[in-house]
Every structure is written in C-alpha cells, then in structure tokens.
C-alpha cells in the first residue's frame, strides 16, 4: 500500500513538472514571437528613403530609379539680331533649375549628363557652363556631378546650365516652338544614395 502511495506521489510531481515546464515553453514563445515583431517593426520604420525634385517634380523612372531628362521649358534666350520668337546662329539662352531634396533622408550624389552638338552633331545647340550655388565636380566629358550631405538637405540649390547656337552654323533662324527640345539639347539627371565614394575628376 505504502509503495502505491509513493507511486502516485511520483507521478504527481512528475505531471506538475511537465505542466510547469510547458507553460514556461508557451510563455517564452510568446514573449520572443512579440519581441520579433517589434523589431521588424521598427527595423522597417527607420527605413531611410531618397527623394529629390527638379523645378517642383518627382525624379522617379518608371524602374523606381532616380532617372529624368530635364524638361527644357524654363529657357531664356538672348540674341540681339533675331526676333523674340526665334533662335538662330549666334544665339545664345540659359535653362534654369531649382533642385530639391528636403524630402530626402540619406544624402545624395546625382549628376547631369549634357547631350549637345559636340556628343551628337544632330543637335543644335552647344553646352557652356554649368553655375549654381553648390558645388560640381567634372567627372566626365559631358558629366558633372554634386553631392549633397545630411546636413545639407534642407536646403534647395539653383542650378544654371547655359549653351549657344554656334554663330558659324550654315543654318536659318528657326522658330523654338516648331523644334523638338530634345532636337536642340538634351540634359540627363541621375541621383542616388551618397555612402561616402570618392569623386574622380575628369582628366581629358
């Protein structure tokens, strides 16, 4: 009898281990499956994104790049041998930009690609100067590019890109809203996350 009573007091402990032990299993589980989400969770809110304007607009390609050619619709033309209207040899114009990136959270490095008559003889019109009140840096025969840290991306930059019709063209006055854009110049921007890459200059 009295090894039937120690028995059963045998089992008893051994049921409330196991009850104890599973509910110290479930009870861990729980607080690391809490735990987990939390840290996704925030792992996905400090995220950091890019984001950049030119002239008020999104620069975003249709891959979610940060790709655009610059609509050349803020020209300023100068010429004071040809009518209001029109461009011919000799005249002489300057596209202005406003570029933004108060919307970004990382720091950027973008660059503007000049496609004029000295890359592609079809166009028109022939690349300057670049001016702005940041600072470039040639990094390629048509290419110039600029970062822009941290602790600059509250501010906006204004950005000139001047060009000539060279005066020694064989070729008419021709009126600017009759001409395809991309038929006089063309100007490429490119952006993306600035983690610290040297800039080389362009050295031909």
Known sequence: MEDIRKRANKIRVILIVVLIGCFLYLGASLTYTAY?????ARVKNDVAGISIKINGEDVIGSDGTLD?????DNTT???THTR??????????????ELDPTGSEVAIIYTFKFVDKQIDEDKLLTFSSITSDHTFTRTGEDEYTGIIPISELSEKINISVDFFFDALTDMEAIEEDNQELDDLFEIHFHAYQYTGEEIVPYNG
């Open 77 to 79: 033309w100068e010429s």
């Open 68 to 72: 655009k050619n610059v609509i050349l």
């Open 36 to 40: 987990e989400s939390l840290v996704d």
């Open 84 to 97: 209001e209207e029109k461009i011919s040899p000799g005249s002489s114009g300057t596209i202005a930009m």
